[in-house]
């Protein structure tokens, strides 16, 4: 049976933290820390800045910020005021953003005014009608877009600056911000988190703030507390970061130790200093960290556990490396993606070696899993490889307004299909293996080939492209293209690169670029990316 939950909203958490922990450090930033207290009181005075402006209950609020203190205090906000939080990937650019605003109504964007070299605020004049006076948007193209608000200390034309948000926070009364808490019933969606798919665009997986039951109970396997300390490089707009440390922090009491992005060397350092208990991430990070220890010899031993991506028999030697590296921390592996939470089957804190780097843990509780020939649908026999199906209250309640994409994913009985390869093992844990879809897994970042052919289809140049994956020892995997040319036309490697900079997150572009005359084709017409694979490996490796 699964264990006893009692449903509770995201808006709830800062107050009980509050209330349990008070003067208990819950966030350190770069010089910055703060109390639950302080966090609690900052949430508030968000949520109040909010619904001052207008934020009603049901709208979608864009967050485009890297990690940051008010990212923290605008999640937390938006879900206690009834609102829904649309995360965006820091490293999207025009054609990314502009695609999500659409696509999620979103009425409200926090962004920031630039980070950097990146000027976040020029990209989205390129992309949203800021008014020449005033900061209410009237936009044809994105009619449900009300305001943009600059998080920064300074004030933009068109835009609400983030000071003038917090000092209208003390126009709306304490009762006014209690009575929308009360409103916001637990079923209700709080987040989406897109994520990219066959389509060739983004999807938005919608959740409802159930998520946190998932939360709780990794909480409990992991043997969570107030002692804790969790460092958190993982960019908040992907769900690892945001359930494993935001979320994490708020249910377990653990202080959340959170740098803006990911440098190995100052994480190292970071840790040491601050005693870090927890440590999680794919491959390419505990790469790059096991290489910074290397160089800093820091003292890490305070280490005590952490979530490892484990599975794929390529990432076992740097999991091996990471934990001679790191001898103190008994790690767990789980399974995961937007669709379905972090971690719907997971491992132990007292399992084997063989179980924590070879496995992706098993079902939690309330979840069941198979493993079939994608064919037939038949179940596979213990380790033969094929799709992995998973069914349980994790998974989410379907991609916003893409109601034929959230069909296809599930069957008759309810089970959805995840579209990755796993195996089953003899002791009831399955192994992740890859992916059936051709996606890529460019350092952590999920990439969808079909966008970016969709881009290159524009160039004038381009007559067909395909973009299959290259192993890449520090990112996993890269994107070549394959590149079909108009008859006549001119074009060269550096002009189709050239082309995706600034429409596209960095790691969407190609990083390698092979004309081609003709296509390996299927008897249906499709093209055989898989021999266009073994071509880029002996083209590029």
């Known amino acids: 049976m699964p264990e006893p939950y009692t449903k509770t909203t995201f ?34 005075r968000a949520a109040k800045g909010l619904i001052a402006i207008g934020v009603l209950p049901g709208d979608k609020v864009g967050l ?34 502009e695609y999500v605003l659409t696509q999620s109504d979103c009425a409200f964007l926090l962004c920031h005014d630039t980070s950097g070299p990146i000027d976040y605020l020029e990209m989205v004049r390129e992309v949203v009608a800021l008014p020449a006076e005033g900061t209410a948007i009237n936009d044809p193209e994105r009619p449900e877009m009300r305001a943009v608000i600059t998080v920064s200390d300074n004030k933009h034309r068109g835009t609400i600056a983030w000071a003038d948000l917090l000092v209208g926070a003390g126009t709306v009364a304490d009762d006014t911000l209690a009575a929308r808490a009360a409103d916001v ?26 998520l946190l039951r998932l939360i709780v109970f990794r909480a409990k396997r992991m043997a969570m507390s107030e002692n804790d300390v969790i460092l958190n490089y993982l960019p908040l707009f992907h769900l ?101 939470g972090v971690g719907v089957t997971f491992g132990a804190l007292d399992d084997d070696l063989s179980r924590r780097l070879e496995s992706s843990g098993g079902p939690i509780d309330g979840h069941e899993v198979r493993i079939v020939d994608p064919d037939t649908g038949a179940d596979q026999p213990v380790g033969i ?43 009831g844990y399955i192994r992740f293996l890859g992916r059936y879809k051709d996606m890529l897994k460019v350092g952590g970042e999920n990439v969808d080939p079909m966008e970016t052919e969709g881009l290159l289809l524009d160039h ?9 994956s290259l192993p890449d020892p520090t990112l996993t995997e890269v ?33 390698h670029v092979q004309f081609v005359e003709d296509w390996p084709m299927t008897a249906s017409g499709k093209i ?11 083209l590029f490796l």
Request: with cysteine.
């Open 11 to 44: 808006g709830e958490l800062p107050a009980r933290m509050a209330a349990r922990f008070s003067d208990r450090e819950g966030l350190v930033f770069e010089d910055r820390r703060y109390s639950f207290a302080e966090m609690a009181a900052r949430i508030d």
């Open 64 to 97: 485009w910020l890297l990690n940051q203190p008010e990212w923290m205090d605008l999640m937390f906000a938006v879900a206690k005021i009834g609102a829904v939080l649309v995360p965006i990937n820091t490293r999207f650019r025009t054609r990314d953003l």
């Open 185 to 210: 019933d637990p079923d209700d969606p709080v987040f989406f988190m897109y994520t990219s798919g066959t389509t060739g665009f983004p999807k938005g997986a919608v959740h409802t703030h159930n």
């Open 240 to 340: 690892f970061g945001f359930s494993e440390g935001a979320l994490m922090s708020m249910v377990s009491g653990a202080k959340q130790v959170l740098t803006a992005s990911f440098d190995p060397d100052e994480c190292i350092q970071l840790a040491a200093r601050e005693r870090a208990t927890i440590m999680h991430g794919f491959e390419t990070h505990l790469k790059e960290m096991v290489e910074a220890q290397q160089r800093h010899r820091g003292d890490l031993s305070s280490l005590r556990t952490g979530i490892f991506a484990a599975g794929m028999q390529s990432a076992v030697p740097i999991f091996r490396r990471a934990l001679e590296a790191f001898p103190t921390m008994r790690t767990v592996s789980g399974f995961g993606m937007s669709e379905v």
């Open 385 to 427: 490889p094929g799709e992995l199906l998973v069914r349980g209250y994790g998974i989410m309640q379907g991609y916003y307004k893409k109601p034929e994409e959230t069909a296809k994913c599930y069957d008759a009985d309810g089970w959805f299909h995840t579209g990755d390869t796993a195996s089953m093992r003899e002791d």
């Open 460 to 468: 004038p140049a381009v007559h067909q492209v395909a973009i299959v």
């Open 479 to 511: 994107p070549v293209a394959f590149v079909e040319k108009i008859p006549g036309a001119d074009a060269t490697d550096d002009d189709i690169i050239a082309y995706c900079r600034g429409k596209v997150a960095s790691f969407k572009i190609p990083r």
């Open 528 to 538: 055989r990316k898989m021999n266009l694979r073994e071509t880029a490996k002996e």
